[in-house]
């Protein structure tokens, strides 16, 4: 058998487990409401008229994203591993004509087919209700390629928290931490000590770019109108000396190392577990 | 067909596995015993290539340590406790045929001639399903391959009387040509599925015979028990009282327990039923496996020692 079909029996595996849950709907459901809820409102109460009126509002979709997408990601991520490791289901997994990397893939994959699954079927209305008034359908495009960017984010980090990790929840805190460190320390709390220590613009920047929740905030801000006064300073300043299209780019690839990164060093790390499952 | 020198597995400071040696052939039925601890699982997880060792280990001529993918598709494992899967009996046989690239249909008639059918209860969720049922289950996706070799890794620890006995049945359909590792801690389990014992200690090999010859080293015997009347109970308590190949002498009501080694079991039912006792009623009990291993077994012996009333010779 490919590897290619190992992975896949894993992939539909985890996929069929995800829509099994509730988590699944739930999160669909509540990402659908937050996001209609914010679109319908910001526009509607916005002062600006036209394309700057809905890109506010989506802007709003997006920060709505940074606090919901991560948990939306970390939760089922964690669990992916360390849960059939808690429960001995692992090793009969890895007793198989089958190799960590094929195991570790297969979950990673699944996990992200079916957060970027919920994430689509929460993100198509306000999506549609956003088209519907007038926002460009390329703009609508590019919020959801971020957004699947950062989930995907979050679920390579979740699965490496899982794989390290013995029990679900360890993982889960693990992942919870890392929300907490990312989304709100490493974006409000460090970008503040930041500013209040008056450190250097390129520090700020590298900063940005460094944090996936960061890089992910200013891509989409970038794309929806660097002139919406939304970027911060950090942000307006690189998209006065980069270009608008440079800064949404580094932002996508910020992410995507983001993903692979993760994937690699988890990859790596579980191959040293000492117990070998 | 398992062949492993110098088999040497540590964990920071503590040696598990110390420079194992050992050999099994095609076709051997070997049961691997040890107190816990004493590195049957970690043998396992290496002859699975799970984990890294030092030392020569070859499994159906597979290197495992180069090739540990090789040598799972050489290998049917059965663990101790079968694993949690969400969804239906046919999503897990479907899944893990799937991974073994066997046709589904090999499996489902492997299931039937363990007396599982897969029509009636494919549809049932996995944990609702009896730990036997899984276990046997487990065996026939082990098994449906043809696979050269089974790792039964305490495969009824967890299982009740009845559920043993029909997975130690189902063992007995395994292939000749299958050579069987089966670590267990019960003497029914190792005496009904192995021809062959090891014993590790101290992650060596401590041991390599027949079970008899083991439990007549470790001074463990079975207790043969007779049920009579009142009437005749004086007689055979001293008639057994007085035999030197008795080992000990229990009593629990109006049972007789008789301690002797496998061998004098016949010779002395024949003396008893020489003497005009009847027998109402006869069990064979047979000495814990725990007995063998003094740092794990010792407060398990005591304790039944004390429970049955024993008369010590």
Known sequence: ?277 | MISARGLTRRFGSQTILDGLDLEVGPGERVALLGRNGAGKTTFFRCALGLLPFSGDLEVAGVDVRTDGLEARSAIGYVPQRPPHFDGTLEDLVRFFSGLREIPSARVRLGMSELGLSLDEHGRKAVRELSGGMLQKVLLALAVAEAVPVLLLDEPTANLDGEARAEFLRALKRVPDSCTVILSSHRLEDVRAAADRVLVLENGRLAFDGELDALLERSGSSPTVWICTDRTALANLVRLVEDDRRVIRVHRNGVSVGIETLPGNIADILTDVRGEGIPVDDLRVEEPGLGGLFPSSGAAAESSSGAASGEATR
């Open chain 1, 1 to 277: 058998m490919t590897t290619g079909n190992r992975i896949r029996l894993f992939l539909l595996r985890e996929v069929e487990h995800s829509l099994r849950t509730r988590w699944f709907l739930t999160n669909a459901a509540v990402f659908m409401a937050g996001g209609v809820l914010l679109v319908v409102a910001g526009s509607s109460g916005t002062l600006l008229a036209g394309h700057r009126g809905y890109a506010r509002a989506l802007a709003g979709l997006a920060h709505f994203a940074i606090l919901f997408v991560p948990i939306m990601a970390l939760l089922p991520a964690s669990a992916s591993l360390a849960e059939e490791r808690e429960n001995g289901t692992l090793e009969y997994l890895l007793a198989q004509p089958v190799t960590w990397g094929q195991v570790f893939i297969g979950k990673w994959l699944g996990v992200s087919v079916a957060v970027v699954l919920a994430l689509s079927l929460g993100y198509l209305a306000s999506a549609s209700v956003s088209v519907f008034r007038g926002v460009p359908s390329s703009l609508v495009l590019a919020i959801y390629a971020f957004l699947v960017l950062l989930s995907l984010v979050f679920v390579s980090l979740g699965t490496v928290f899982s794989a390290l990790s013995d029990t679900r929840s360890r993982a889960t805190a693990f992942g919870i931490g890392c929300w907490l460190v990312l989304v709100v320390l490493g974006s409000l709390g460090v970008l503040a000590a930041f500013i209040r220590w008056g450190a250097p613009a390129e520090l700020l920047a590298a900063w940005s770019f460094f944090n996936p929740v960061e890089a992910f905030r200013i891509g989409v801000m970038t794309v929806l109108d660097p002139d919406l006064q939304l970027l911060g300073p950090v942000g307006t300043g690189l998209v006065r000396r980069h270009g608008p299209t440079a800064i949404a780019l580094g932002s996508a690839f910020s992410l995507c190392l983001w993903i692979l990164l993760p994937i690699l060093g988890g990859r790596w790390a579980v191959s040293r577990r000492r117990d070998g499952v």
